[in-house]
């Protein structure tokens, strides 16, 4: 009937299943096999249903004779073209687009059952009219012409009203006045679903908790499209803009969505592991991660920790009253996690995927013992859990459908090497999805007692120095900075070993021994394809390049606007930095240049002062997830380690400068003085650790060309790559790594002459 136009087809479909009453298919319209009208009667619809190409088109292995009807013959139905075999290979099908409509008819509840409204058009080829049940209305939209069309909807009763796309989600105008003008391609239609405008009440700007209110029990609560679906506009945007660990509050956000819902029964309660997607305008959607389950307000204070972060929404279930809470603020739900873990427990659901509760060798938890939690009150990307002052759970926000490099390089150190300064893996939650990826939900790590982070010993170091400086150096001459790559305590001059100290020297030797061996335990196993060395290669140094010319143009771009938001001496060295564009492009050509005859290995890859704690004596390794900017798969591409090396001496460079900043006691007059020796201190206790690495590592003390290349560009492109971090996040900040890439720039034309005089020499 329809000539076998697809259009045709579709446009039908959707009004057959959006009108009321319950829509009746015979089997073949699924797949567009059409009928033999030639046989009569009602013989035309009893013929062989076309499974796949072989005899009989898959209905019957008899005789093609013996068949109580023949199958169809025409060359555009046949059985060859048109079957369910090939449909369902094939995701743009009819097949696929009858699937993902009834799907959606189902999710909607709506269709088949309430009103039906003609909505008037200003065109008569277009078709509109309004489905209403309950509280949910969709309009729907046809255009039964073969052309494009225009048309104005008299949508006056659902003025201030937002207009949703229901297939794609998609947010359409906002009815205004009442008349909605819109167009529509050839046998085109729309599914449109009404919702009432948000707006901001007394209650919204007094910052309450906005309330969920429904009749359906929380077991089924997020099963029903209509709850879910107002859950994720009016509940969760709120929720996340006012969490640390959500990074997308700077971005412009189109939509949130509930990507999965894992449920999990704990002493008959019931929460769901939620995979929220958030979908951006200009941005790639990111998953995020949020347990959830709602808690009668009469017990609330017993079982969780209310503080802002972890109650989501009020809420009103079946007429009883409470909140939707974080699941990871319920003690309960806490203590189950961590005696699943132990208990290697396993939990198998209906679309293939498994969520498994990892165990380690290095776990010994004491059943006798009575399970202790508390989460840290920490600013940070994720949620940490101390369990017992023994064991440190890091609940995982942000999601990825890809092994996170976190559990997958501490469990490797702890099991497969010898390597004692990180974490020992103890567990971890893991969701097995039936398509082969894995989404990590959670790692548990043995707690390692510490003073904290390598970043608060080096800044009171700095503040000794100052200090010291301040004291006794005014008298003194600032000594001339000695240009090698490596230098000894001893070979520094006398006023620097004074100020800095033996004590600080020697921490950060060890600081120094403890990276080089994090680095031979990373390429220690030849065998394991994900930690292999790999050498390397032409095509990767010209892609490096690349990559760099690319951070150059965009971080360069950004500094430039950002001028005039800029205090008038940063806006100085600003100019300067930028005016050394050509060069650092011409530093940058010599990783392509030089033949580079190393290795490629994993490493950390977000390694400054902050990801190593100090436990008074020694040095320990935490938070391998990389950087934080990147896909995990990009975090678990194989790097030169002295990326990691890099990272660290500019942490070291901003311990120096960020000591000033952070201190307001210095006076304005002395901060001059003051930056010239956190030159100072920055450039020889930067060369100390890279020393103590190169030592200890087997380099010598001496970087060869392609070493000491490869150094600068790594040093210089974290710099470059800094700037646009700051002038983003902390504009006050952006003088550090401007001064870090003028300083870098100046020790590059320093060696570059030195290079010149020598080969005039000769």
Not at 140 to 161: G, H, I, M, P
Not at 469 to 474: I, L, P, S, Y
Not at 581 to 610: A, M, P
């Amino acid at each position: 009937m329809l000539v076998n136009d697809r259009r045709k087809v579709e446009l039908l479909y959707t009004l057959l299943f959006s009108l009321q009453g319950t829509p009746v298919m015979y089997y073949g319209d699924e797949i567009g096999m059409g009928d033999n009208v030639y046989l009569g009667d009602r013989f035309g619809v009893r013929t062989p249903m076309q499974w796949n190409m072989n005899l009989n088109a898959g209905f019957s292995s008899a005789n093609p004779q013996k068949l109580y009807l023949p199958i169809i013959n025409d060359p555009n139905y046949r059985h060859e073209a048109v079957n369910v075999s090939s449909q369902e290979e094939n995701p743009s099908s009819l097949l696929w687009w009858i699937k993902h409509v009834i799907a959606m008819r189902k999710r909607l509840n709506i269709f088949g059952r309430g009103q039906l409204k003609v909505v008037e058009s200003s065109n008569a080829k277009v078709l509109a009219f309004v489905r209403t049940h309950e509280k949910q209305r969709i309009i729907v939209v046809a255009n039964l012409s073969q052309f494009s069309q225009a048309t104005t909807l008299d949508l006056r009763e659902y003025k201030d009203c937002d207009i949703t796309e229901v297939f794609s989600q998609n947010r359409f105008m906002d009815v205004d006045e009442g008349d909605y003008t819109i167009t529509i391609g050839p046998y085109g239609y729309f599914w449109f679903q009404v919702d009432t405008a948000e707006k901001k009440d007394k209650a919204d700007a007094s910052g309450e908790l906005p309330l969920l209110r429904t009749d359906i029990s929380w077991e089924r609560l997020l099963d029903n499209y209509n709850e879910v679906r107002s859950f994720e506009r009016k509940i969760l945007p709120p929720f996340m803009k006012k969490c640390r660990w959500f990074g997308g509050k700077a971005k412009v956000i189109s939509k949130i969505s509930i990507h999965k819902t894992i449920p999990v029964k704990v002493d008959g309660d019931s929460h769901f592991l939620t995979i929220i997607e958030v979908h951006y305008v200009q941005r790639l959607p990111e998953l995020y991660f949020v347990p959830l389950t709602f808690v009668p307000s009469d017990n609330i204070l017993d079982r969780v920790e209310y503080t802002v972060q972890s109650v989501v929404c009020r809420a009103e279930i079946q007429g009883k009253a409470g909140f939707i809470m974080d699941s990871s603020y319920d003690k309960m739900f806490r203590d189950f996690l961590f005696l699943s873990m132990d208990k290697e427990l396993k939990l198998k659901f209906d679309d293939g995927a498994t969520l498994l509760f990892n165990s380690s060798v290095f776990a010994k938890i004491d059943r006798l013992k009575e399970v202790d939690s508390k989460i840290l009150k920490s600013d940070q990307s994720n949620t940490a859990i101390i369990y017992n002052d023994q064991y440190f759970f890091k609940f995982y926000r942000k999601l990825e459908r890809e092994i996170n490099p976190d559990l997958e390089l501490v469990r490797f150190l702890s099991e497969n090497t010898t390597f004692q300064n990180s974490p020992k893996y103890a567990g971890s939650v893991e969701l097995h999805e039936s398509d082969g990826s894995t989404i990590v939900f959670g790692l548990l790590q043995e707690k390692v007692e510490n003073q904290g982070e390598a970043w608060g010993m080096s800044v009171d170091s700095v503040g000794r120095f100052y200090e010291r400086v301040m004291a006794k150096a005014k008298t003194v001459k600032l000594p001339k900075l000695i240009n090698k790559a490596t230098i000894k305590f001893e070979e520094s001059p006398d006023i620097i070993q004074e100020f800095i100290g033996r004590g600080f020297y020697e921490r950060i030797v060890r600081l120094g021994q403890r990276t080089a061996e994090m680095h031979m335990a990373l390429a220690s196993d030849p065998n394991n394809p994900s930690f292999t060395p790999e050498k390397f290669t032409a095509n990767y140094q010209r892609s490096l390049y690349s990559s760099l010319r690319k951070l150059v143009r965009d971080r360069f771009a950004l500094l430039e606007n950002s001028l005039s938001k800029l205090e008038p001496d940063v806006q100085e060295l600003a100019k300067k930095v930028l005016s050394l564009e050509d060069q650092i492009l011409e530093c940058f050509s010599e990783v392509y240049q030089v033949k580079i005859n190393t290795v490629k290995t994993r490493i950390h890859g977000d390694y400054h002062l902050g990801q190593v704690l100090f436990t008074g004596k020694d040095f320990v390794i935490i938070d391998f997830e990389g950087e934080p900017g990147l896909s995990f798969s990009e975090r678990r591409l194989k790097k030169s380690p002295l990326k990691d090396v890099a990272g660290m001496m500019r942490s070291i460079h901003y311990a120096a400068f960020g000591k000033i900043l952070l201190n307001e006691n210095y006076r304005d007059r002395d901060l001059e003085f003051l930056e010239s020796w956190a030159e100072q201190w920055q450039h020889y206790v930067g060369r100390y650790y890279l020393g103590a690495y190169m030592e200890r590592i087997g380099m010598g003390n001496t970087l060869s060309t392609e070493y000491d290349v490869l150094l600068r560009t790594f040093l210089l492109e974290k710099a470059i790559y800094e700037l646009g971090y700051e002038l983003n996040g902390r504009p006050d900040w952006t003088i550090i790594p401007l001064r870090g890439i003028h300083y870098l720039m100046k020790r590059y034309q320093e060696e570059k002459e030195e290079r010149k005089s020598s080969k005039s020499k000769v």
